[in-house]
């Protein structure tokens, strides 16, 4: 079997990792310290007390691949462009295309639900419709992540906690290839199961991280200051809410409230999230996918967003401040 791993960052080291414990040998498109990195000693990972290094055949340019079985696209959300430009030698008519990303994905409205939003391109994902035609939507499977991991350096992945990945066709069919990938996941490790609707879980996991990721990286605070404090944790909630009625608009109901979440978000403790290591690391933000999506499927469904309005407006301003998004 022939699995690529595109973007091998943190996540996507965790899941190539898996695949070498599964007994195949990854292929990674990789560039600059981390491509010369997996060519000299390999894909590392660190769990507790333990490091493992297993043996990857990393290149710069994916036609030296050619076409694969399987490949997991695991990259910021910003990166995702620049992915699709390069994609064409590594897709055949019958290959597996995995996304292991935050926040809203191009595919997202392709699984038959929304009402009268299904099959709708999201301009806040995919402005120009380039990523759908490069990757057509009947070659995904989505993935949500339920993992933390960093990088200790290039080709270097810490795994800190969570070992869980859930997978879906956007059409909902428990399909044989999507079977099949849950298998192999399990063989390498992971805690992987299918789910009926993953459009759900996708919505379900960015409920929780739309707003402390981008609060976070305003202000600097672990996801602990960030609910302790009585007015940001109101705020947060006042956006989770508003989340949560476009989310029963298009067919993708929570059940719980956002104090709920919140419960669960507290056990993390003092946790810095993801666009938090972003800004700190000069690093492009995922705001588009994070909160932009959210803002355009509200507006979409005649769902009012004021307050996600207003944290988007804020991010965004911040980021572009640093560079870190792009110029209105």
Not at 49 to 57: A, D, I, K, N
Not at 65 to 72: M, P
Not at 209 to 231: F, K, R, Y
Not at 266 to 273: D, E, P, V, W
Request: net charge neutral.
């Amino acid at each position: 079997m022939k699995i690529c791993i595109y973007g091998a960052g943190s996540i996507g080291g965790w899941i190539g990792a898996a695949f070498a414990q599964a007994g195949l040998r990854p292929n990674v498109v990789a560039r600059g310290a981390t491509l010369e990195a997996l060519q000299r000693d390999g894909l590392v990972l660190v769990r507790g007390g333990q490091r493992t290094s297993v043996p990857v055949h990393a290149v710069a340019d994916p036609a030296a691949l050619g076409v694969q079985d399987l490949v997991v696209i695991a990259v910021k959300a910003p990166a995702l462009a620049g992915v699709a430009q390069r994609i064409a030698p590594l897709l055949g008519p019958d290959t597996v295309v995995l996304t292991a990303m935050n926040g809203v994905p191009w595919w997202f409205l392709d699984g038959g639900f929304g009402g009268e939003l299904t099959g709708r391109r999201l301009a806040a994902v995919d402005p120009d419709g380039a990523i759908a035609a490069a990757i057509p939507s009947r070659h995904v499977v989505g993935a949500v992540v339920h993992a933390s991991c960093s990088l200790d350096a290039p080709g270097v992945v810490r795994h800190h906690f969570g070992n869980g990945l859930i997978v879906g066709e956007p059409s909902g069919q428990a399909t044989e290839r999507v079977r099949a990938l849950v298998e192999l996941l399990v063989r390498g490790g992971i805690e992987a199961r299918v789910s009926p609707q993953i459009q759900k879980d996708v919505w379900y996991k960015l409920w929780g991280n739309m707003t402390v990721n981008p609060i976070s990286a305003l202000t600097g605070a672990t996801t602990d200051l960030v609910l302790a404090d009585d007015l940001v944790r109101d705020f947060v909630s006042t956006v989770m809410r508003e989340a949560q009625a476009i989310g029963t608009r298009i067919g993708l109901p929570i059940a719980e409230t956002p104090e709920d979440r919140h419960a669960v978000t507290r056990k993390l403790g003092a946790f810095k999230t993801s666009m938090l290591q972003d800004v700190e690391a000069g690093r492009a933000v995922e705001l588009d996918a994070l909160v932009g999506a959210v803002r355009e499927l509200g507006q979409l469904s005649g769902v009012p967003t004021p307050f996600t309005d207003a944290l988007l407006g804020l991010a965004r301003l911040q980021a572009r401040g640093l560079g870190l998004y792009p110029a209105a």
